[in-house]
């Protein structure tokens, strides 16, 4: 009885009606996307009833034979909602015939590995589908049917190595690179859905060469991210489980429990603080040690609270091993004077504070007025630098402090290092405020060293030529050694958290961190782009070349637009910055590579934002005989044309234009010159254009819009300092007494209301209404 594009309704029997689903109604995806042209009022069709409802007299029909679908059926379904891919894996529910129900794993989606899988389905799309597992029969009308949407699958083709999906973790062998979508991410891991049967799961200490903080893992690796070539490094097939690895190859095992034995010395990473003790990560391998609480440090002054993720270690000693667990030990008293020394260098002791009951034990304490500092205050002190220290002396000589009370702060390696030369030795007692008899310590051909400090001397070198800064430029003195040290250790920790919180993923500012991101997206083209634009920034255009050729050839071609995208960047670049014959020669292997007009168009686009319009014209005029039947080429000639003044170009290229078209596509081009006249040449003669079209083409109301916005442009502000409406309401008066359908002169009705709204007054929209209440009444006469 009637058909619409939601549906058809049939008359079943005197009041009652039925309805079919457009997925009821055909299993051919061509009848779906056009019922009208497939059915017709008073046709009659054989039905099978799914649902009735007594209350409102109507029948839900399917045309389909059959009431189920079975494994390995093909189906048509309609996305009905996206999901968020986190928890079971699944990305989306359909709509399937038989008012059934169903769902896709993010597995099953394609059989590409896909950087955004859910970006590419667009809802209340029908899709082409296959049964994997029918709807539990014990679940009745509530159960869903799973769904592949995968070529392969749907259309019976070959499976390839890659598009393979492993079912068990039989399936697979250690060592073989694998693909899958997070399913989900905390602190026990990232895991990765494989297929939709097969989860693995990325240990911590497996998802980065470097540390990564447990509290991070979810944001780094949010559900629905792709994970690409992970290495399968365990397997146990009795339970199913399945270990994987985003580690480098090379660098996995390479430093093992077998290499250590109790008393090596090592360094690391603090990877995590518990309240029983530290995780250290060894260097150059995935070895985590316990450093238990009591083996922190000798005295209570250095506690778990002074270790943070993220910190270096400096040494650590092997306490114990058993099986493949390993104990350290961080306290001073461990480790002899030998590595202590080869530690700090003479430069590193009292750098950290696992130093400090050491140095306690053998410092004296300062008297500072009525005030007692121990020495851990006044170590304290010297990290405020040198100035700092040098005031504090200055005080304590002022008030009659013995100075032989002031701590020898480098007393045991200056005194035991038989490779520092005697005038350094000199220089090291003056810089950490001992005096010496004499106006100096030492004094070696024309260099002075270690002379007297005093306030005199301070204002004789303020005064003198600035050789005391020069002197102090040819040698740092350990304290701006060491805080020299002491920012670099700063700047590799906040490097080390910016890494770890992710930050070189959204803002990468470095040619590590960019090279870090082309591991996980090389296939996405915007970040090729930015690293040619950083390397530009830096004014090296070798390196942006290079790194556009790796990009050409890097980006897949399954990913056409990304692969467009590459190639356009990388002639941007040799157009603007090469020149005519590298760029030649760069434009013919693009053309080679992607569609030819694309880039015809590309390239007289980057012509003409580079302002040379000969060059420009010429490519235009180059695509204009290769693509002869292209309205869209002949139109961007034309608008280029008009938009550089050439309007006798433009109005010569026309004919041309036209005679090359099929008829079929004039009008648009037609109506696209006129705009162009009504915008950069005579408003008089893109009227003309557009009413000689509208004599061959009277009925085309899309014509017609264009055409009266067109001409209200032309008369009104600001392309004119007074409207003209005399011209603008003949022509709307005009379209108003065409002989159209009711739905199209409403158009116009409406289109002339809402100018007199915005122009007119009361009285003139009045005439309007009347006009159309008067041609209602003439239609329903």
């Given at each position: 009885s009637?058909?619409?594009?939601?549906?058809?309704?049939?008359?079943?029997?005197?009041n009652i009606?039925?309805r079919?689903?457009?997925?009821d109604?055909?299993a051919?995806?061509?009848v779906l996307q056009?019922?009208?042209?497939?059915?017709?009022v008073?046709?009659?069709l054989r039905?099978?009833?799914?649902r009735?409802?007594?209350?409102q007299?109507?029948?839900?029909?399917?045309l389909?034979?059959?009431?189920?679908?079975?494994?390995?059926?093909?189906?048509?379904?309609?996305?009905e909602?996206?999901e968020?891919?986190?928890?079971?894996?699944?990305?989306?529910?359909?709509?399937l015939p038989?008012?059934?129900?169903?769902f896709?794993?993010?597995?099953?989606?394609?059989d590409?590995?896909a950087?955004?899988p859910?970006?590419?389905?667009?809802?209340?799309?029908?899709y082409?589908?296959?049964v994997?597992?029918?709807?539990?029969?014990?679940a009745g009308?509530?159960?869903?049917?799973?769904?592949?949407?995968?070529?392969?699958?749907v259309?019976?083709?070959?499976e390839?190595?890659?598009?393979?999906?492993?079912m068990?973790?039989g399936?697979?062998?250690?060592?073989?690179?694998?693909s899958g979508?997070?399913?989900?991410s905390n602190?026990k891991?990232?895991?990765?859905?494989?297929?939709?049967?097969?989860?693995?799961?990325?240990?911590?200490?497996?998802?980065?060469?470097g540390?990564?903080?447990?509290?991070n893992v979810a944001?780094?690796?949010?559900p629905g991210?792709?994970?690409k070539?992970a290495?399968?490094?365990?397997?146990d097939?009795?339970?199913?489980?399945?270990?994987?690895?985003?580690?480098?190859?090379?660098?996995?095992?390479k430093?093992?429990l077998e290499?250590l034995?109790?008393?090596?010395v090592?360094?690391?990473?603090?990877?995590a603080v518990?309240?029983?003790?530290?995780f250290?990560?060894?260097?150059?391998?995935?070895?985590?040690g316990?450093?238990?609480?009591?083996?922190?440090?000798?005295?209570?002054?250095?506690?778990l609270?002074?270790?943070?993720?993220?910190?270096?270690?400096?040494?650590?000693?092997v306490?114990?091993?058993?099986?493949?667990?390993?104990?350290?030990?961080?306290?001073?008293s461990?480790?002899?004077?030998?590595?202590?020394?080869?530690?700090?260098?003479?430069?590193?002791?009292?750098?950290?504070?696992?130093?400090?009951?050491?140095?306690q034990s053998a410092a004296?304490?300062v008297?500072?007025g009525?005030?007692?500092?121990?020495k851990?205050?006044?170590?304290?002190t010297?990290?405020?630098?040198?100035?700092v220290?040098?005031?504090?002396?200055?005080v304590?000589a002022?008030?009659?402090?013995?100075?032989?009370?002031?701590?020898?702060?480098?007393?045991?390696?200056?005194?035991?290092?038989?490779d520092e030369?005697?005038?350094?030795r000199?220089?090291?007692?003056?810089?950490?405020?001992?005096?010496?008899?004499?106006?100096a310590?030492f004094?070696?051909?024309?260099f002075k060293?270690g002379?007297?400090?005093?306030?005199?001397?301070?204002d004789a070198?303020?005064?003198?030529d600035g050789?005391?800064?020069?002197e102090?430029?040819?040698?740092l003195s350990?304290?701006?050694?060491k805080?020299?040290?002491?920012a670099?250790?700063?700047e590799l920790r906040?490097?080390e958290?910016?890494v770890?919180?992710?930050r070189?993923?959204?803002?990468p500012?470095?040619?590590?961190?960019?090279e870090?991101l082309?591991?996980?997206?090389?296939?996405?083209s915007i970040?090729?782009i930015r690293?040619?634009?950083?390397?530009l920034?830096?004014?090296?255009?070798?390196k942006?070349?290079?790194?556009?050729e790796?990009?050409?050839k890097?980006?897949g071609?399954?990913e056409?637009?990304?692969r467009?995208?590459?190639w356009t960047?990388?002639?941007n670049?040799?157009c603007t910055?090469?020149?005519?014959?590298?760029?030649?020669s760069?434009?013919?292997?693009?053309?080679?590579h992607?569609?030819a007009?694309?880039?015809?168009?590309q390239?007289?686009?980057?012509?003409?934002?580079?302002?040379?319009?000969g060059?420009?014209?010429?490519?235009?005029?180059?695509?204009?005989?290769?693509f002869?039947?292209?309205?869209s080429?002949?139109?961007a000639?034309?608008?280029?044309?008009y938009?550089?003044?050439?309007?006798?170009g433009?109005?010569?290229?026309?004919?041309?234009?036209?005679?090359?078209l099929?008829?079929?596509?004039?009008?648009?081009?037609?109506?696209?010159?006129?705009?162009l006249?009504?915008?950069?040449g005579?408003?008089?003669?893109?009227r003309s254009i557009?009413?000689?079209l509208?004599d061959?083409?009277?009925?085309?109301?899309?014509?017609w819009?264009v055409y009266?916005d067109a001409?209200i442009?032309?008369?009104?502000?600001?392309?004119?300092?007074?409207?003209?409406?005399?011209h603008?309401?003949?022509?709307?008066?005009?379209?108003?007494?065409?002989?159209l359908k009711?739905?199209?002169?409403r158009?116009?009705?409406?289109?002339?209301l809402?100018?007199e709204?915005?122009?007119?007054?009361?009285?003139?929209?009045?005439?309007?209404?009347?006009?159309?209440?008067a041609?209602?009444?003439?239609q329903a006469?």
């Amino acid at each position: 009885s009637e058909v619409r594009k939601s549906g058809l309704w049939l008359e079943v029997a005197p009041n009652i009606r039925g309805r079919v689903m457009p997925l009821d109604a055909s299993a051919d995806i061509s009848v779906l996307q056009s019922l009208t042209d497939h059915f017709h009022v008073g046709q009659v069709l054989r039905a099978r009833v799914l649902r009735a409802s007594a209350g409102q007299k109507q029948l839900d029909l399917s045309l389909h034979s059959s009431a189920t679908l079975s494994k390995g059926d093909r189906t048509l379904a309609r996305l009905e909602k996206l999901e968020g891919v986190a928890g079971r894996g699944i990305a989306a529910f359909f709509q399937l015939p038989g008012r059934l129900r169903g769902f896709v794993h993010v597995t099953e989606l394609f059989d590409f590995w896909a950087q955004h899988p859910l970006k590419r389905l667009r809802p209340k799309t029908l899709y082409e589908a296959s049964v994997l597992e029918p709807a539990p029969v014990e679940a009745g009308d509530q159960g869903r049917v799973e769904l592949t949407l995968r070529a392969t699958v749907v259309h019976g083709r070959a499976e390839s190595a890659v598009e393979r999906r492993p079912m068990e973790a039989g399936d697979l062998k250690i060592g073989q690179k694998v693909s899958g979508y997070v399913v989900n991410s905390n602190a026990k891991g990232v895991f990765v859905a494989l297929s939709r049967k097969l989860v693995g799961r990325i240990r911590l200490k497996a998802l980065s060469d470097g540390v990564v903080a447990r509290e991070n893992v979810a944001r780094l690796h949010p559900p629905g991210e792709l994970i690409k070539d992970a290495t399968v490094v365990e397997i146990d097939r009795d339970i199913g489980r399945l270990e994987l690895s985003l580690r480098k190859p090379g660098d996995i095992g390479k430093l093992t429990l077998e290499h250590l034995s109790l008393g090596d010395v090592v360094s690391g990473q603090v990877k995590a603080v518990e309240k029983y003790g530290l995780f250290v990560r060894l260097e150059s391998s995935g070895i985590d040690g316990l450093v238990h609480i009591s083996e922190v440090s000798d005295s209570a002054s250095v506690s778990l609270d002074s270790y943070k993720v993220g910190d270096r270690i400096q040494r650590a000693k092997v306490l114990k091993i058993e099986g493949q667990k390993l104990w350290l030990g961080l306290k001073p008293s461990l480790f002899g004077g030998e590595e202590l020394e080869d530690d700090g260098n003479d430069e590193e002791l009292g750098d950290d504070e696992q130093g400090e009951e050491m140095e306690q034990s053998a410092a004296p304490q300062v008297h500072v007025g009525n005030s007692r500092f121990s020495k851990s205050v006044a170590q304290s002190t010297t990290k405020l630098g040198a100035d700092v220290a040098k005031e504090a002396m200055s005080v304590e000589a002022a008030r009659g402090q013995d100075r032989k009370e002031v701590p020898v702060l480098r007393q045991v390696s200056a005194a035991d290092s038989d490779d520092e030369a005697p005038w350094e030795r000199a220089v090291d007692k003056v810089g950490f405020g001992e005096q010496t008899d004499g106006e100096a310590a030492f004094i070696f051909a024309d260099f002075k060293a270690g002379a007297m400090i005093s306030d005199e001397d301070d204002d004789a070198e303020d005064d003198g030529d600035g050789a005391g800064e020069i002197e102090s430029t040819r040698r740092l003195s350990k304290r701006q050694k060491k805080a020299a040290k002491n920012a670099e250790v700063e700047e590799l920790r906040k490097r080390e958290a910016e890494v770890a919180e992710g930050r070189w993923t959204n803002d990468p500012q470095s040619i590590e961190d960019f090279e870090r991101l082309l591991l996980t997206e090389g296939d996405t083209s915007i970040v090729w782009i930015r690293y040619m634009a950083f390397h530009l920034k830096m004014s090296d255009l070798e390196k942006a070349r290079q790194v556009a050729e790796r990009a050409v050839k890097h980006v897949g071609f399954s990913e056409a637009s990304e692969r467009f995208n590459a190639w356009t960047a990388f002639l941007n670049l040799e157009c603007t910055f090469g020149t005519e014959e590298t760029a030649e020669s760069l434009f013919k292997r693009a053309v080679a590579h992607n569609d030819a007009k694309q880039m015809h168009m590309q390239l007289a686009q980057i012509h003409e934002r580079n302002k040379k319009v000969g060059t420009a014209t010429r490519v235009y005029e180059i695509a204009c005989r290769k693509f002869a039947q292209s309205k869209s080429v002949w139109i961007a000639f034309l608008t280029f044309l008009y938009k550089q003044g050439d309007l006798e170009g433009g109005r010569k290229t026309l004919p041309k234009c036209l005679a090359a078209l099929p008829k079929a596509k004039h009008p648009m081009v037609v109506s696209k010159a006129a705009i162009l006249e009504y915008s950069h040449g005579s408003s008089e003669r893109g009227r003309s254009i557009f009413e000689g079209l509208l004599d061959s083409y009277p009925k085309r109301t899309d014509l017609w819009s264009v055409y009266l916005d067109a001409h209200i442009k032309a008369h009104t502000p600001p392309r004119v300092a007074e409207p003209d409406f005399r011209h603008v309401r003949s022509l709307l008066e005009r379209c108003c007494t065409l002989s159209l359908k009711a739905m199209k002169m409403r158009f116009f009705f409406k289109r002339w209301l809402d100018f007199e709204k915005r122009w007119g007054d009361e009285e003139s929209q009045e005439k309007v209404r009347a006009k159309a209440r008067a041609f209602v009444e003439n239609q329903a006469a």
